[in-house]
């Protein structure tokens, strides 16, 4: 699964479970691969209503006629990873037969530009042996999901790293419901059109009250400066804030951070402090600009400290000048942080949030300056 190989992964289990090799496993692993073909083959085949993962109901095939997503498929749409080029020649000159047909691909990655968006282009590449290579190989890099990937983009602070999309599809002849407070809805038009109905009941009142503190930016960069008096001003409160900042913090939430908040209830009802503007990897917004039909020129992915219009509110934000650009940054570090402060669920309880970000959200109920 980790290199993009779920079909071989798939193989295995049907290869524990295979009448010809069963006695090879512990009882155990047979059973429980056996239970879970099982189940798999049940849900495919039913009518009735079947939960499960993004991916698998982007990529199986059931039977109904309607798929409803909770929370935001974005990521698993527009899919973005990454590879290193070493991986890629390592692999090709241990498998010796495949050298001379990779060459090419191999001298075209190495000389690419870097910071520029790329398109895709594998040729007649025999794709096919290299994924029957990957199992027999220790490598880490997703680079399977390159030879199917529309863009790259050659990381410009490590000239070895390469950064793809792919758009996936959803199923045909399916009625789509997506049920999320922090849908990009501009991104959503630009790659679907007119086939977009949107129902927004966004804007309701809280039970609870958010106070959003919005002198500071909060970003990673300038919270090296000052996370020790933010983390005095907030206390014992539990904190949501980025993965590596949560050892500043009292009592930063373990299992919680900007860009995993999604689906967490555990903090249902609790007053909470949010702390931070999770701007997204650049990359993230390059190659999710490329996928909508925008061709970015390197001005166009400088970000300069400028004032801004979004949602309503006029403030001075580090973003694109580039609307496009600009409008899939904002409305990405929305939905983040919408997320993050949704945990206390305040649309419903008593909870109150204290929020430090210079990026100011809708459903704030108090700014402090």
Known sequence: YTIGLPKKAMSVIYDVCGDKNKHKYPFQDVEK????LTQLAESTNSTNTVLTTHARAIYTEFQHDTIIFDEDPLETIVDIKK??????????????????????????????EAGVIHPTNVGMLDAEALIEKLSLFQINSNLVGFFSSTFFY??????????????REFP???????????LPIDLYKAIYGDKVEVVDIRN???????????????SRTELKRYHESISEEVGDLPVITFMHYRKYFKNAVTNMYFGNCEGYDTLNGKDLAV????????????????????TLKPEDMEMSLQ????NGFRFKFNCYSHSTLRKIQLSLIESDLIQAVGRARSLRTNAKVVLYSNFPLKISSKFVY
């Open 33 to 36: 691969a056996q239970a879970y």
């Open 83 to 112: 590879f290193e080029i070493t991986d890629l020649i390592k692999l090709v000159y241990q498998t010796y037969t495949l050298t001379s047909s990779y060459n090419d691909l191999i001298h075209t990655l190495e000389n690419a």
């Open 154 to 167: 050659k990381d410009p602070y490590d000239n070895n790293t390469i950064h793809y999309v792919t758009k």
């Open 172 to 182: 045909e002849n399916k009625k789509i419901i997506i049920l999320s407070a922090t």
């Open 204 to 218: 309701v009142n809280q039970c609870g009250e958010i106070i959003q503190f919005t002198k500071r930016s909060c």
């Open 275 to 294: 702390v931070g503007t999770p701007h997204r990897n650049n990359v993230a917004y390059y190659l999710t600009a490329a996928i909508i039909g925008e």
């Open 307 to 310: 004032k801004v219009e979004y």
